[in-house]
């Protein structure tokens, strides 16, 4: 059972379209969610930087 309900949400579409006015930004919006991954990098760069005082 807990697999087939596994095998729903997989095979299921979570992603939305954006509607047709705003095709033009629709690779933009694909990378807007790892920005956040990028500064929690530049906070181990930083406390590199700064020997992790």
Do not use: G, S
């Amino acid at each position: 059972m807990f697999y087939t309900n596994v095998e729903t949400l997989l095979n299921t579409n979570c992603f939305a379209l954006l509607p047709e006015a705003y095709a033009p930004f629709d690779p933009l919006v694909d990378v807007l969610p790892i920005i956040p991954l990028l500064f929690l990098l530049l906070a181990f760069v930083w406390q590199a930087a700064v020997k992790f005082r």
